[in-house]
T-cell receptor, first 111, second 113 residues
């Protein structure tokens, strides 16, 4: 089974600060996805990274896939209260279908 | 119509009850999934259906029984559950395989007493 470790587990910062959260594995993934989940809702896809070393930007969010395709990071610039949520990374699992998820990072942005 | 809907949103049941969770997707997708989300644990894949055929059963106890009558509907039948089965049950769909974007429903919050 391929495992994804996310850190930190919890993060609470002030509005306007920058932050980075990490997703690491000892296994190589063909792709990694980042989702955000808000209370009472299911996860919503933010981005998919496919190529080692790839960097993708989504407004204030910057996603990076490690060169060896074993890790990924999400950097948020000038965090806003609307960024609050559970950030999950996921990749194709060991089985035929479905995704393997990390435990997630609970992010709280305080006004 | 919202992409993936789940009913009920909340369910409380005793250990001897039988209940069913329903998921419906309006996206024209061919693959549907059940995941379990518990506190302090990663999202766990339970079942996968691709073109109505079950392609994965991730060692799930037999007290959980999935049913996929067509590509748009997915059910999870529950019977004689245990308190540790209390969790958020999420349904998702994708066009076909796992490499593609999965669209999740809002989940059913289940409490087993």
């Amino acid at each position: 089974t391929q495992l994804l470790e996310q850190s930190p587990q919890f993060l609470s910062i002030q509005e306007g600060e920058n932050l980075t959260v990490y997703c690491n594995s000892s296994s190589v993934f063909s792709s990694l996805q980042w989702y955000r989940q808000e209370p009472g809702e299911g996860p919503v896809l933010l981005v998919t990274v496919v190529t080692g070393g790839e960097v993708k930007k989504l407004k204030r969010l910057t996603f990076q896939f490690g060169d060896a395709r074993k890790d990924s990071s999400l950097h948020i610039t000038a965090a806003q209260p609307g960024d609050t949520g559970l950030y999950l990374c996921a990749g194709p699992g060991g089985g035929a279908d479905g995704l393997t998820f990390g435990k997630g990072t609970h992010l709280i942005i305080q006004p | 119509e919202t992409g993936v809907t789940q009913t009920p949103r909340h369910l409380v049941m005793g250990m001897t009850n039988k209940k069913s969770l329903k998921c419906e997707q309006h996206l024209g997708h061919n693959a549907m999934y059940w995941y379990k989300q518990s506190a302090k644990k990663p999202l766990e894949l339970m079942f996968v259906y691709n073109f109505k055929e079950q392609t994965e059963n991730n060692s799930v106890p037999s007290r959980f029984s999935p049913e996929c009558p067509n590509s748009s509907h997915l059910f999870l039948h529950l019977h004689t559950l245990q308190p540790e089965d209390s969790a958020l049950y999420l349904c998702a769909s994708s066009h076909s395989g796992r490499e593609e974007t999965q669209y999740f429903g809002p989940g059913t919050r289940l409490l087993v007493l």
